[in-house]
């Protein structure tokens, strides 16, 4: 069964940094594209970055580019996102997800429940 466990989250004021950890199983964790997603409410659910696993290639969502970066410690089936310099908008659910397939432009099939990060002005 594959499993998803984000875990990071919190309260932080505009200009702080955040990490936040997800911890896979149930799959092989290299094999396979693993990346970050977010909601906000009222929102659509946004794509924030994403690791290919066949190139690793690294996407990152517009809003974010600069800000926040995308690791994965294969060893420990972790994959991290620093987020930096973080603004109120960035307030969501962020939530961990992996595909099937290794690209990330493949989407992702299986999600993790998911993290708060609110963002203080």
């Known amino acids: 069964e594959v499993q998803l466990q984000a875990s990071g989250g919190g309260l932080v004021q505009a200009g702080g940094s955040l990490r936040l950890s997800c911890v896979a199983s149930?799959?092989?964790?290299?094999?396979?594209?693993i990346g970050w997603f977010r909601q906000a409410p009222g929102k659509e659910r946004e794509g924030v970055s994403c690791?290919?696993?066949?190139?690793?290639?690294?996407y990152y969502g517009d809003s974010v580019k600069g800000r926040f970066t995308i690791s994965s410690d294969n060893a420990k089936n972790t994959v991290y996102l620093q987020m930096n310099n973080l603004k109120p908008e960035d307030t969501a659910v962020y939530y961990c997800?992996?595909?099937?397939?290794?690209?990330?432009?493949?989407?992702?099939?299986?999600w993790g429940k998911g993290t708060q990060v609110t963002v203080s002005s």
């Open positions: 997800a992996t595909g099937e397939r290794p690209s990330c432009v493949d989407g992702m099939d299986y």
């Open positions: 690791i290919s696993a066949n190139n690793g290639k690294i």
């Open positions: 149930g799959f092989t964790f290299d094999d396979h594209a």
